[in-house]
């Protein structure tokens, strides 16, 4: 089976939030509602970032580093 990866498009936020908890400490940071949010399993990062006019790119460093990743 492959390895859920931090960075993938297509990887929920539900998923990515239930790998990674202390990722959690991101999204609460920039004031995002996503955690326990109804659409958490269907939204990517890509979606959280544009509905909160965050630059993805970032957005997604500052995950992999809360990650341990980066």
């Known amino acids: 089976m492959a390895r859920i ?12 939030m239930t790998e ?6 991101v ?3 920039h004031g995002m509602l ?6 958490s399993p269907i939204h990517t990062v890509s979606d959280a970032c ?3 006019h ?3 790119e970032l ?3 500052e995950l992999m580093r809360a990650a ?3």
């Open 54 to 56: 965050l630059d993805e």
């Open 34 to 39: 996503c955690v326990g949010c109804l659409v």
């Open 27 to 29: 999204f609460l940071r």
């Open 68 to 70: 341990g990743l980066a």
């Open 59 to 61: 957005f997604l460093w």
């Open 5 to 16: 990866r931090i960075d993938d498009p297509d990887l929920p936020l539900a998923d990515l």
């Open 20 to 25: 990674w908890p202390q990722t959690i400490s």
């Open 50 to 52: 544009a509905a909160y």
